[in-house]
């Protein structure tokens, strides 16, 4: 079944600067790409959907990029501020089976003031 | 709009003893609901999901069973609790295409 490996699993990054998160698949008929935030102690957020046909996408300060031929999604948060710190996860689903949402391993984002 | 709540919001429960968490939601119909678990400091794992009233799917039971009496109702139960059992239990539902989270419970088992 489909894997989902997640790097790095801890980034520190000084307000203002960029930060990105690098997932890696392995499912080619992967059909949807998620990114979410978790702030403690809190429930997961979503941030930003990517159908698998989308190979750049671009929303409030976010920008998510898929890469089918390395199976490869990355978030770059642009001029990061402290109140992106959290940790995010990336998730997907295979056509095949629409309703398991695999996750990877998560990355503990810290911006610094 | 949409709201999924979750009780309790924390449990501290002994090894052995019986444990129920509930989820709602509210302003959707016939809603696809799941249940995940996250260990402390960790990634999400799939439980159960149910499609239907009376209908539950096991993806990993991690001797937890789970059950949907009502349309807006998912709950999750075990009779004996075990210690691995600890951690961040998150329900949630699916829109169109995307997973929507409720805001979890912490179970602590002592």
């Known amino acids: 079944g489909e894997q989902v490996e997640q790097r790095p699993p801890h980034l520190s990054v000084p307000e203002g600067d960029s930060a990105v998160i690098i997932c890696t698949y392995t499912?080619?008929?992967?059909?949807?790409f998620y990114w979410y935030k978790q702030e403690p102690g809190a429930g997961l957020q979503l941030l930003m959907s990517v159908f698998s046909n989308v190979d750049r996408k671009e929303e409030q300060g976010l920008t998510v990029l898929l890469n089918k031929k390395d199976k490869q999604l990355s978030l770059n948060l642009t001029a990061a501020h402290p109140g992106d710190s959290a940790v995010y996860f990336c998730?997907?689903?295979?056509?095949?089976?629409?309703?398991?949402?695999?996750f990877g391993q998560g990355t503990s984002l810290s911006v610094v003031p | 709009a949409q709201t999924i709540h979750q009780w309790p919001v924390a449990e501290i429960k002994a090894v052995g003893s019986p444990l129920s968490l509930g989820c709602t939601i509210k302003?959707?119909?016939?809603?696809?609901l799941y249940w995940y678990w996250q260990a402390t400091g960790g990634t999400l794992q799939q439980l159960f999901y149910?499609?239907?009233?009376?209908?539950v799917e096991s993806v990993v039971q991690l001797n937890l069973s789970a059950s949907r009496p009502k349309d807006d109702q998912f709950i999750l139960s075990t009779e004996k609790l075990l210690l691995s059992h600890s951690g961040f239990y998150l329900c949630?539902?699916?829109?169109?295409?995307?997973?929507?989270f409720g805001p979890g419970t912490r179970l602590t088992v002592l």
């Open positions: 499912d080619s008929a992967t059909a949807y």
């Open positions: 949630a539902w699916r829109g169109a295409y995307e997973q929507y």
């Open positions: 998730a997907s689903i295979a056509s095949s089976s629409f309703s398991k949402l695999v």
């Open positions: 149910s499609i239907t009233v009376g209908q």
């Open positions: 302003g959707k119909s016939s809603p696809n």
